[in-house]
Nanobody, 119 residues
Framework: QVQLQESGPGLVKPSETPSLTCAVS??????????WFWIRQPPGKGLEWIAH????????GVSPSLKSRTSISRDTSKNQFTLQLNSVTPEDTAVYFC??????????WGQGTQVTVSS
């Protein structure tokens, strides 16, 4: 069974550039047919897709509203993928999740990590 574990800085100040990491176990992120997602949920709001990678590392999607401030990358030697969000504002406060998808939908989610942007 695949397990995903997010990690992040927790509390950051406005204009900082935090990185969030999703460590994957139980399956390789290079396995054909899977997509690796970052999704967030601001307080009191619904889920928001941020970006995702294909199994071959191709960046296949970034939310238009976040594209100018977002980068997604991976480290296959550590079996993890990373989200960097530039110049954060309080509106970026959210629980950040990573997830594994296939063409049939979502397979696994991490438990999420809280990122709070506050001075």
């Amino acid at each position: 069974q695949v397990q995903l574990q997010e990690s992040g800085p927790g509390l950051v100040k406005p204009s900082e550039t935090p990185s969030l990491t999703c460590a994957v176990s139980g399956g390789a992120i290079t396995t054909n047919g899977y997509y690796w997602f970052w999704i967030r949920q601001p307080p009191g709001k619904g889920l928001e897709w941020i970006a995702h990678l294909r199994h071959d590392g191709t960046t296949t999607g970034v939310s238009p509203s976040l594209k100018s401030r977002t980068s997604i990358s991976r480290d296959t030697s550590k079996n993890q993928f990373t989200l960097q969000l530039n110049s954060v504002t309080p509106e970026d406060t959210a629980v950040y999740f990573c997830a594994q998808y296939s063409n049939y939908g979502v397979n696994y989610w991490g438990q999420g990590t809280q990122v709070t942007v506050s001075s």
